[in-house]
């Protein structure tokens, strides 16, 4: 062992209460009142010039395909906007500086339910694709603005949705005050399990989360084997459904799709343990698929691997995703893994606590990707206004922000962030000024880029 390390596990960490007090003197610095300002900048950049950059490293045939979704509401333009928004909490140029793993897009429908390794159901947060180490307000700052544009979505009015931002805020601050107390076992150890879900809802709410977890556990790979594939010549094929779903021969680069899955697979097996290792080798590939994904990744190369282990009710199927840099890069220290695939991977594995068995990163002619089973026991809030009862809706953002301090707690100074939080409401407050001030300017954001799909500025494909 090195000696900077031993040092490290000999040194004294300073107390729970000495890290709490650490915390409370940071308000000096940056009061929480100050949380609840934004301001655009004099020199902010045109938002759909953000989102044609993003295009240029992605598919060009789905750029508009990702125009399309994102021009459904202006809740759908904020999941596909991260980028915009982080550049705006960047220019803010204030933070706390207490960093945690931070999603990087954390809203709403990045929640969800999935199975643990020991197949038990949890809740927690279920999109990584953006995880860099950033201001855990961030974060908060994103949920709670998704909150107000998703709650006006679903026809939550103006009290209901203050209503459902302090709901995640006081949730976030009151979990993050227990964790701060707790071992560091206790704290790793900790999710969000089926139970815990259930009694902290009222019985109209707990109803709509019992049908979400039924159709989670409905949601394996023989679900996907019968939705996704056809028998053909006596042989399995998946079921094309272009542009959403296509068969292709040949990468853009020229190699065969067999040849760029061998030179894939290769660094993928790598990256997985060998009881993994072994569990994979039992199966073979059946076919393979292009698939559109997601609001915000549509137009990153993803594709579906569709395996087959010792007869045809042994499917497995892995979802095989691209992973380009963060959107949280350009405003602090580059990743310190060379694969974006690995960045993703080893973020979730730090803070979502129980990670699939089969994820893992790989490369393919300089392009990364992770890879991970497709819908195995995962499920999540269907926001659609004809399903979601409105008055839930502050139970469910209170699960959120549940996950999201469990998350950061996990991955950063629980103690430290209880004690600039405090116990007051003060936060609350000012993140609710921020969620409706903010989502003001997503709004604008998406009047302009509906005038640059009218004026022909963008492509919009037509999506039946």
């Not at 994820?359 to 004809?386: A, C, I, M, N, V």
Request: net charge positive.
């Amino acid at each position: 062992m090195k000696q900077s390390l031993l040092n490290q596990f000999q040194s004294k960490r300073q107390s729970i209460d000495d890290r709490i007090a650490a915390g409370k003197e940071l308000r000096k610095k940056y009061p929480r009142i100050l949380h609840g300002e934004y301001k655009p900048s004099a020199d902010r950049a045109d938002p759909v010039s953000i989102l044609e950059e993003q295009g240029k490293s992605r598919l060009k045939e789905l750029v508009p395909v990702r125009y399309a979704r994102m021009l459904t509401s202006s809740f759908a333009f904020l999941r596909g906007g991260a980028a915009i928004m982080v550049a705006d909490l960047a220019a803010n140029g204030q933070n706390t500086g207490i960093n945690v793993q931070a999603c990087g897009d954390l809203h709403v429908a990045n929640f969800g339910v999935f199975a643990s390794a020991e197949r038990n159901l949890v809740f927690g947060i279920n999109d990584f694709d953006e995880t860099m180490p950033g201001p855990w307000e961030w974060d908060m700052k994103r949920l709670v603005t998704s909150i107000v544009a998703s709650g006006r979505f679903l026809g939550a009015d103006k009290d209901l949705c203050a209503e459902s931002v302090q709901a995640a805020v006081s949730s976030y601050r009151k979990r993050m005050k227990q964790f701060a107390f707790m071992g560091n076992m206790e704290l790793w150890y900790s999710t969000i399990n089926e139970n815990d879900i259930l009694n902290t809802l009222s019985p109209s709410a707990r109803k709509g989360a019992e049908k979400i977890m039924g159709k989670a556990r409905q949601r394996s790979h023989m679900q996907v084997l019968s939705k996704l594939t056809d028998i053909i010549d006596e042989k399995y094929r998946m079921r094309e459904n272009a542009p959403f779903i296509v068969r292709e021969t040949h990468t853009q680069k020229g190699r065969t799709i067999e040849e760029a899955l061998g030179l894939l697979l290769e660094s993928y097996f790598l990256s997985l343990a060998d009881d993994r290792k072994k569990l994979l080798q039992n199966y073979r590939i059946v076919d393979v698929a292009r698939k559109v994904v997601g609001v915000g990744s549509v137009g990153t190369r993803c594709w579906v691997m569709f395996l087959l282990g010792n007869h045809s009710d042994d499917p497995l199927f892995l979802q095989v995703k691209e992973a380009q840099p963060s959107v949280l890069e350009p405003y602090g220290p580059k990743s310190i893994y060379e694969n974006q695939g690995r960045r993703v991977v080893e973020g979730q594995r730090l803070i979502q606590g129980a990670p699939d068995i089969f994820l893992g990163w790989g490369e393919q002619d300089g392009t990364h990707f992770y890879l991970r089973q497709l819908r195995d026991w995962k499920g999540g809030l269907e926001f659609d206004p004809k399903v979601v009862k409105a008055k839930n809706y502050p139970q469910y953002c209170s699960l959120c922000g549940w996950a999201m301090a469990l998350a950061h707690a996990k991955s950063g100074d629980p103690a430290m962030i209880s004690g600039y939080m405090g116990n007051s409401d003060e936060l609350d407050k000012a993140m609710l000024k921020f969620a409706l001030a903010y989502a003001e300017q997503n709004e604008k954001d998406f009047k302009a880029l509906k005038a640059a799909a009218k004026s022909g500025r963008i492509k919009v494909a037509t999506i039946k």
